[in-house]
């Protein structure tokens, strides 16, 4: 499938076996790319990066772009519809065969809740397709993390008031222009008093959907994947392994029937790998802090090599998976905190910036990562 988030191709000779202390290496030098607009999402679609972007000061806020190959970047036109559609921020977008799928959100009303907008189109144009109150708002509900396109058609994840006790992780999927959430109860995304289940990212695998996030059970919190056998029909949990104390899945990315996922176990930097059906925790990854309350970008894959691009003390940094050991790279360009990381063709593209306001888009050879 074309234009997943990242490109995770993981052979099973990396990352098996021991490991060893992070070896420090050359910094790497990223370039920024000019945009006409404050970037806030990214998607890779094919050999073009598709840039989820905010408009303030002008009549819809939310906007796209699409640099092609060559770097050209043109204008993807954007009608919002809503009123809250107009002034929205976008939170996932996912692109996929030439179809663009996203969702958008911004506080308003009494409480201040996030007002959920959900758009649909292609390169030639996005539209905002306007639901029922209910459907994504009232009194049962919590928020959308991700969109996702699936071969059978596009879902959206996030949660929504359970019927034993807190919050389900939830599924929406779409008839036509009408998007209906799905019952969680009675499957494996249902929170229970043993287990309350909390989603954090999500991507497509195979014929349907992964989830990844955390669970709290027994006072302890552990990372966690769901998966869907079709659409957003037949889902398993899966506890992920090597968890120390305390820990979380935080982001993802899948290609094919491979993914691998971004965390924290004990406050520090892990990430897993998912091949031949089975989870398996990669060791030795330098011991960065990481928190549940920060943006963590999800894993790339670049010439067979796993890669995690995030920050420390303000400082971007590129942790490169190298066989049985890992090897820390300093980026200079980038700053602030990295949300977002995605491959396109041979560079590795990079958000990242001292708020979600204030974040700028750059650009490296993946070669000189892995040189």
């Known amino acids: 499938m074309g234009g997943?988030?990242?490109?995770?191709?993981?052979?099973?000779?990396?990352?098996?076996?021991?490991?060893?202390?992070?070896?420090?290496?050359?910094?790497?030098?990223?370039?920024?790319?000019?945009?006409?607009?404050?970037?806030v999402v990214l998607a890779a679609d094919g050999d073009a990066l598709v840039i989820g972007v905010r408009r303030d000061g002008q009549a819809t806020k939310p906007g796209l772009l699409r640099r092609a190959a060559d770097g050209a970047v043109t204008e993807i036109p954007v009608r919002g519809v809503s009123p809250y559609g107009l002034l929205a921020t976008w939170k996932s977008i996912d692109v996929d065969a030439g179809r663009i799928v996203a969702v958008g959100g911004e506080r308003g009303g009494a409480h201040g809740n996030v007002r959920w907008s959900v758009w649909d189109g292609s390169a030639s144009g996005v539209v905002e397709k306007p639901q029922g109150f209910s459907t994504f708002g009232g009194y049962g509900a919590g928020d959308l993390t991700a969109a996702v396109i699936t071969p059978v058609g596009p879902a959206l994840v996030g949660s929504w008031n359970s019927e034993q006790v807190g919050l389900d992780v939830a599924t929406w999927t779409a008839d036509g222009d009408t998007w209906t959430r799905r019952s969680s109860a009675g499957t494996a995304l249902e929170s229970t008093q043993a287990a309350l289940g909390f989603p954090m990212a999500a991507s497509a695998l195979d014929q349907g959907v992964l989830v990844a996030g955390w669970q709290l059970a027994d006072d302890r919190l552990t990372p966690v994947v769901w998966r869907s056998a079709s659409g957003v029909v037949g889902w398993t949990k899966t506890a992920l392994p090597d968890t120390g104390t305390t820990?979380?899945?935080?982001?993802?990315?899948?290609?094919?029937?491979?993914?691998?996922?971004?965390?924290?176990?004990?406050?520090?930097?892990?990430v897993w790998r998912f091949i031949d059906g089975t989870w398996?925790?990669?060791p030795g990854a330098p011991p960065i802090p990481v928190s549940d309350k920060d943006p963590l970008a999800a894993p790339v894959e670049i010439e067979l090599r796993v890669v995690q691009v995030l920050s420390e003390d303000g400082q971007v940094k590129i942790a490169r998976a190298d066989g049985r050991d890992w090897t820390l790279l300093a980026a200079e360009g980038p700053t602030g905190t990295v949300t977002a990381a995605t491959t396109v063709g041979d560079a590795l593209f990079v958000l990242a910036g001292p708020d979600a306001e204030h974040q700028s888009l750059w650009r490296v050879d993946g070669a000189k990562i892995t040189d």
């Not at 490991?19 to 607009?37: E, G, H, I, N, Q």
Request: hydrophobic share 50%.
């Open 247 to 270: 820990a979380s899945a935080i982001s993802l990315a899948c290609q094919a029937s491979t993914c691998a996922a971004a965390g924290q176990v004990d406050g520090k930097l892990a």
């Open 280 to 282: 398996t925790r990669l």
């Open 4 to 39: 997943r988030v990242a490109r995770l191709v993981v052979i099973s000779a990396l990352l098996l076996g021991g490991c060893s202390s992070p070896a420090r290496a050359k910094t790497v030098v990223f370039t920024k790319v000019d945009l006409p607009a404050a970037p």
